[in-house]
């Protein structure tokens, strides 16, 4: 079984919550072994290429968590029925690579998964879930919601780069299970690899072409009844939502866009990160906004999880 390895490390930006707020995710109250639910910080930002601090978003989305209500009138469910635990943080010196990085989450990955445990990582930079999706079987579908296609081989010679992470997700997973939304920034020859090795994504503009019913029925019959890890990427959103995050790109989705997709998903999880929030870059409101998509994740997992209680 496994055992908190630390707390959250202390955030040395600005402190953008009351100073007396509990270092756990609210309401977090199970024992592993009770637990449906494992939530575990991911405070890495070792191959960030832009703006810096999301090693610090463990922190800052678990001290955002206490600002809301236990009963959620948008999903009917109060979260401290859901029994959640939350593990602590990963521990990384400064001498870690993103290699090594990788292999300790795949191994948390692999053992939650044995433990039948419904995984949350909170990143972190994006990288991390590369590792995370190598520690699932091969027949796992992957949903994400990312702005970036991060679909290059390397970046700045670095394989394991957050720039390359959907590429090493594919080497472990087949294209066919792959599936991300919200797109609208690639390199040209990223793009032109991901299409000629049969990646399919959905760019951001289409969500204002086409209703949201289409990519619900898209997203069921890619699922089928297939088990499902969800990455969210909060940069997917548009930066004047969620400004804290280090490559933000405009014309992206709303917060509200997301909730009917993510709610979609929700009775095929059995884990999902949120990644790329930088609480140094904006005055705390894209943890809150992260905080609450954890928070209604675990809540609609729980009424449809495959593991069950």
């Known amino acids: 079984m496994l055992t908190n390895r630390s707390e959250s490390p202390m955030n ?4 953008l919550f009351p100073e007396d707020t509990p270092n756990f995710f609210a309401d977090a109250e199970s024992t592993y072994h009770a637990a449906q639910f494992v939530i575990t910080g991911v405070p890495y930002e070792g191959t960030v290429s832009f703006r810096k601090g999301t090693k610090y978003a463990p922190r800052d989305i678990r001290r955002a968590s206490w600002n809301f209500e236990t009963f959620n009138l948008l999903t009917h469910v109060d979260f401290s029925c859901c029994h959640v635990h939350d ?3 990963l ?3 400064d001498t ?3 290699k090594q990085v990788f292999e300790q989450l795949k191994s948390q990955a692999s053992q939650l998964y044995a433990d039948k445990k419904t995984m949350v990582f909170l990143g972190g930079e994006h990288s991390i879930t590369a590792g995370i999706v190598h520690g699932l079987p091969t027949s796992i579908k992957i949903i994400g919601f990312d702005a970036h296609l991060d679909f290059r081989d390397g970046y700045m010679d670095n394989p394991y780069s957050h720039a390359s992470t959907i590429r090493r997700i594919t080497d472990h997973v087949s294209v066919d299970n792959l599936r991300l939304y919200g797109i609208r920034s690639a390199e040209h020859e990223e793009l032109k690899q991901a299409q000629s090795l049969g990646l399919t994504f959905v760019e951001a ?3 204002q072409q086409k209703p949201v019913d289409d990519f619900i029925k898209e997203i069921k019959m890619f699922m089928g009844e297939d088990p499902v890890y ?3 990427d909060i940069d997917v959103i548009d930066p004047a939502f969620a400004p804290g995050t280090g490559t933000p790109e405009p014309f992206g989705l709303t917060p509200v866009q997301l909730l009917p997709l993510l709610k ?3 009775p095929n999880i059995i884990g999902f990160d949120i990644v790329e929030v930088c609480p140094s870059c904006d005055h705390g409101q894209t943890a809150i906004l992260a905080a609450k998509y954890v928070r209604m994740l675990i809540e609609w997992v729980h009424q449809y999880s495959l593991f069950g209680d």
Do not use: C, P
Request: a negative charge; zero cysteines.
């Open 12 to 15: 040395t930006t600005k402190d």
């Open 87 to 89: 593990y602590g943080d």
């Open 91 to 93: 521990v990384f010196d």
């Open 96 to 98: 870690v690579t993103s």
């Open 205 to 207: 503009r289409a969500f």
């Open 230 to 232: 969800l990455t969210l």
């Open 264 to 266: 979609t998903i929700a």
